[in-house]
């Protein structure tokens, strides 16, 4: 239990309540069940008067018959001898005709012969009482007297519950009024008609009935303590849910408490607004980072830190983001009280009720502008050629996806030219890397001065040049851009003193014609420049189908590479990763080769045709279970753990079923998740961050590490950096080749580094092959190398040598 519940002094009263709502609870019951009770012992009275009624009827039936006919005649026996009390009547006796001898029974003589014969059939016997009978046995007894005398003031019943014989009986009687043909036997004592000359009382015995209500009390008892039990039942659940309730609610209170103080005490600024967008409360952060104070910021709105920077359109999605999604997450330029403009990643959330009213909203901002500065200045070495300061192939394959994407939608063609510069080599051989340096930034200046600002004049590397012409009208337009990059390039260019004519080599491709994506439109104008390079140097060639060779090419490979996926034809081969620090192998990285007409031919020749065809998925999910399975069996030989290196395509890591289909492979093969590390290149993390964050945050949670391949040569980035769950960065070889020679190389790698100090990841370095790039790194604080100085990727057996000999050393 929370302090604030016991401050409250609540702690007990579910307890109380409990026992209030108990005792009405049983007190309804027992009301309930009095009622119930009550209500069968009525019933049982009910009953029995009704069966009182039917017998008195069926009984004054008989008496009203047998009188309107003037008694009946019987044969005189012993059986039926004459009624004395009839003697005074003339015709009391007959002779018939064949000599029988009949006598007069009155209805209450034939009644009461009736009932003496056969009383078990008859059912209820009932009684004619008079206070002036013809028979004696016919006198009333008091009860009855009395009910005689109430009939003769006007009374139409007489009821009551008597005891006799040890029973109770219920007794009812009703009047019997005299009838013209009862005159015949009882005019003479003076009645008229109508007059009361007797009662009819019938007493029903009400064991039977009140027996039945018993029984009914009984049951009705059973149920009521059901109810009363289920009640209780639900009492209990009920006193445990609001007990929970009641906790959960001064948990809130002591949550809310809680988030009041992290609200003020929080690393980020935060403030709070009503629905209308005035400030009500900003936390210390908020004042450190604007410098406005608590009094100046409240009941002003969010515009107290506009910059001004922002246009119309980036509020009218921030504002549909808001409204429509509840939050809004992204980089926004705010100004501070000194009027110092700063970066900040900001979030902003709505609070809204049940009925989706928005009351607040609570905006989290900190200042990233150091951070923004050193991404930006990544991304620049990452993206840009440091020398020309041109986009790099990674840039340009950007720019031209997204030219294609919207060539597509707006059905326009646009031009890839790639080109090489005819005398570079000799004169980087000649005259050395700085002239030859000089010349490349020469040559890229001219290009720039051929093209449109939307054009893009990127370098791919070495003296390899593309030139990206978007919405061209026809070829020709391409041509002309073409002729005069040359007749540009072949202007002379001083170096060393001395003038210098350098030429260039140009293949164009056309999009849609020659390609409806990145790798075909470059291959096609690969092909170009190569045939006009062919062809005598210094001019321009259009790709066309005579130089489709290489696609039937590239179809023989993808069935070979077909064949071979179904038939097996791969081997793994594992590099060594070693910890700089100590010397020792750490793990390996899984390499797949293609046994291919007897050679191995190199992943960098099969993988991206993998991926494009979807073979990749079968062939990774075959790579990884070896990999596991001979890896696992090395490490129990050598008896010392290795951990494996995997790297994962865009295509495998999108394929649905990913994670499953990869616990599924850990679990057949027993390898530890621990022990594996899985490696995606920096575009595949980024294309869909949501996605990926999520798919290796569960990687995480099994215990498989996550590593950033080629770091560097994507789409680098601090702030989603540092939302993967990512254990490892690893930098591209391109980066460490020329290290540490190269000034450019060396800046990038060594900020690489201290970023994953800053962010608390490892790093690994591929591509070592010298000792010199090994000090490098070592000096830099790399934790791990890998490349051909260390050991070339080595099939299982001679890895297993391979570490016997490093281990023994």
Not at 391 to 409: C, F, T, V, W, Y
Not at 587 to 600: F, K, P, S, T, Y
Request: with cysteine.
């Amino acid at each position: 239990m929370s302090p604030v519940t016991d401050s409250y002094g609540i702690r007990n009263l579910p307890r109380k309540g409990a026992w209030i709502i108990l005792v009405v609870w049983t007190l309804l019951v027992g009301l309930s069940y009095y009622l119930n009770v009550r209500q069968h012992y009525k019933n049982a009275h009910a009953q029995a008067y009704s069966l009182a009624i039917s017998h008195f009827n069926k009984d004054l039936a008989i008496r009203l018959w047998a009188t309107d006919r003037g008694g009946m005649y019987l044969e005189a026996n012993t059986d039926t001898p004459p009624i004395a009390s009839l003697d005074f009547l003339e015709h009391r006796d007959v002779l018939t005709s064949d000599g029988k001898s009949l006598t007069l029974y009155d209805p209450a003589s034939a009644l009461s012969h009736l009932m003496q014969r056969h009383g078990d059939l008859y059912g209820v016997p009932s009684r004619l009482v008079s206070d002036a009978p013809f028979n004696p046995a016919n006198l009333p007894d008091a009860w009855e007297q009395a009910a005689i005398d109430a009939f003769r003031q006007g009374k139409k019943e007489v009821m009551e519950m008597t005891e006799s014989d040890g029973q109770t009986h219920l007794r009812m009687m009703r009047p019997l009024m005299m009838q013209p043909s009862c005159l015949k036997c009882h005019g003479f004592q003076g009645f008229n008609t109508t007059d009361i000359r007797a009662g009819i009382g019938v007493s029903v015995p009400m064991a039977e009935f009140t027996g039945m209500a018993g029984q009914a009390s009984l049951i009705s008892g059973a149920s009521h303590l059901g109810f009363w039990l289920i009640g209780l039942v639900g009492i209990g659940f009920g006193y445990r849910k609001f007990q929970q309730s009641l906790a959960d609610n001064l948990e809130r209170v002591t949550e809310m408490e809680l988030a009041a103080r992290v609200f003020e005490n929080s690393l980020q600024a935060a403030f709070i607004t009503d629905a209308q967008g005035r400030i009500l409360r900003v936390n210390q952060m908020f004042t450190r980072v604007t410098g406005y104070e608590e009094e100046e910021a409240i009941q002003a709105t969010p515009a107290l830190l506009k910059s001004g920077r922002h246009d119309a359109k980036f509020y009218k999605e921030f504002w549909h983001a808001l409204v429509h999604e509840g939050q809004w997450v992204g980089e926004i330029w705010n100004r501070r009280k000194s009027g110092d403009i700063f970066t900040a990643w900001e979030t902003i959330s709505s609070v809204r009720d049940d009925a989706g009213k928005t009351h607040y909203y609570i905006s989290m901002f900190q200042d990233i502008t150091d951070q923004k500065e050193v991404n930006d200045h990544i991304y620049m070495l990452a993206h840009y050629d440091s020398l020309t300061l041109l986009p790099n192939r990674q840039l340009m394959s950007d720019r031209i996806n997204h030219a294609i994407e919207r060539a597509k939608r707006q059905k326009q063609t646009l031009a890839l030219l790639f080109l090489d510069l005819d005398q570079f080599k000799k004169i980087n051989d000649t005259l050395g890397h700085g002239a030859g340096d000089r010349l490349l930034a020469i040559a890229a200046k001219r290009l720039l001065s051929c093209v449109r600002s939307s054009d893009t004049v990127a370098r791919l590397g070495g003296d390899e040049f593309a030139v990206l012409l978007e919405d061209i009208q026809n070829p020709m337009d391409a041509e002309r851009i073409g002729e005069k990059i040359l007749n540009e390039l072949n202007q002379p260019v001083e170096l060393e003193g001395r003038e210098w004519y350098v030429g260039a080599s140009i293949g164009i491709s056309l999009f849609p014609k020659d390609g409806q994506d990145l790798g075909m439109l470059l291959r096609n104008a690969d092909t170009a420049m190569y045939r006009a390079k062919n062809e005598g140097r210094n001019q321009m060639c259009f790709f066309d189908e005579s130089m489709a060779e290489q696609t039937a090419l590239r179809l023989a490979m993808e069935t070979a590479l077909r064949l071979a996926v179904e038939r097996g034809a791969f081997t793994m081969h594992y590099q060594p990763q070693m910890e700089i620090a100590t010397g020792r192998i750490l793990g390996v990285e899984a390499l797949i080769r293609w046994q291919h007409d007897g050679n191995l031919v190199s992943p960098a020749d099969f993988i991206p045709l993998a991926e494009e065809t979807g073979l990749i998925i079968p062939l990774g999910q075959w790579m990884l279970e070896t990999a596991c399975r001979e890896i696992l069996s090395l490490s129990r030989e050598l008896d010392r753990e290795l951990r494996l290196a995997v790297n994962i395509s865009a295509r495998e890591i999108s394929a649905p079923g990913f994670a499953q289909t990869l616990a599924e492979i850990l679990e057949r093969t027993g390898m530890p998740p621990q022990r594996v590390e899985i490696e995606i290149t920096e575009s595949i993390a980024m294309s869909d961050i949501a996605k990926t964050t999520h798919l290796l945050e569960y990687l995480s949670n099994q215990g498989i590490d996550v590593a950033i391949d080629d770091f560097g040569t994507g789409h680098s980035s601090l702030s989603y950096l540092k939302r993967l769950p990512v254990d490892r960065l690893k930098i591209d070889r391109a980066f460490v080749r020329d290290t540490p020679q190269d000034m450019g190389d060396s800046a990038i790698v060594r900020t690489i580094i201290t970023m994953s100090y800053t962010l608390d990841l490892e790093v690994v370095a591929e591509g070592v092959e010298t000792q010199e790039q090994l000090d490098f790194l070592s000096h830099e604080g790399c934790h791990v190398a890998q490349g051909y100085f260390i050991s070339k990727p080595l099939p299982l057996a001679e890895l297993k040598l391979f570490l016997r000999e490093h281990d023994n050393a």
